[in-house]
């Protein structure tokens, strides 16, 4: 215990004084690489009272990339105490060196109100940033802020386009959600439900069950899109059997499974069966097969 507390008495004082320092000086800056390094495989390994405190050394030295991380571990209360105040000036001071975790960390903070005024403006402004810098999940903070309107004017287009930007980088819940917005989920005065059930086989493909049950129930109703009771079954049963399935799509996906069981051959029982049974994830291109 009293490790700990000097551990945690330690990141403060390193806290205060990265806030201080900002910017590292070049030689500072090799070391501070170093320990980064140091840090990010400790927190790999599991040893998180050793990568706090490698974090905040090289956050001290003005390392934008463990200022970014210790922030996140201050953000979650992971091996210190929750702080949202420390974990906002740590990502400004990030940010402020272009690190786009920094940049999309401190935009979700803005854009949710956590620890400041919540400022869609000033979280557009900095997901931008992070999307230039490489970081595809601020494609997703700013498909949704587009979908709800959050700050500017609500484009279903613009939603649709960042959402499949983070889905392609390998964001599964976020291609799942441009299928919902295409579906007509938050706007419906303009649904695209063959863009959708495209959208959805696809972050299904990425191995995310409520894309299978969404899948399914399209095909299964004729959303919008051709019935097709036999890849619907197949959706519904990948769907009922998956790891990741909570009690409540579980029951979903098992009530459609006995409706579509009573109006197929079979035939076309096995047949969905044997789809389901040979289908694995393709997280690189079609999931439809």
Request: hydrophobic fraction near 50%; proline fraction near 3%; glycine fraction near 10%.
């Amino acid at each position: 215990m009293a490790g700990r507390l000097k551990t945690i008495a330690a990141v403060a004082v390193a806290v205060a004084a990265a806030i201080a320092i900002g910017t590292p000086a070049p030689a500072a800056a090799r070391e501070a690489s170093a320990m980064h390094r140091l840090a990010t495989e400790a927190y790999e390994a599991g040893d998180i009272d050793t990568a706090v405190a490698a974090f905040a050394h090289c956050a001290r030295a003005g390392e934008a990339a463990c200022q970014s991380a210790l922030g996140y571990l201050f953000l979650v209360g992971e091996g210190v105490d929750a702080d949202e105040e420390h974990a906002l000036d740590l990502f400004r001071l990030a940010a402020k060196q272009g690190d786009p975790y920094g940049e999309f960390s401190l935009g979700t903070m803005y854009r949710h109100g956590v620890a400041v005024e919540r400022d869609f403006e000033r979280a557009r402004q900095l997901f931008v940033r992070a999307i230039a810098g490489g970081y595809a999940a601020a494609h997703a903070e700013l498909g949704e802020m587009y979908a709800a309107g959050e700050g500017m004017p609500a484009d279903r287009r613009l939603a649709i386009s960042h959402l499949v930007e983070a889905g392609s980088a390998g964001i599964p819940l976020a291609m799942f959600r441009a299928g919902q917005v295409a579906r007509g989920e938050v706007d419906d005065t303009e649904r695209r439900p063959e863009v959708a059930l495209e959208l959805f086989i696809l972050a299904a493909g990425m191995d995310f069950p409520e894309a299978m049950l969404a899948a399914g129930a399209m095909l299964q109703s004729g959303d919008g899109v051709a019935v097709d009771h036999v890849e619907a079954l197949k959706w519904h049963l990948l769907a009922a059997g998956h790891h990741d399935s909570d009690a409540e799509l579980r029951a979903l996906a098992r009530g459609a499974i006995s409706l579509l069981d009573g109006k197929l051959s079979p035939e076309g029982r096995a047949e969905a069966r044997a789809r389901a049974a040979a289908w694995t994830p393709d997280r690189d291109g079609d999931a439809r097969r």
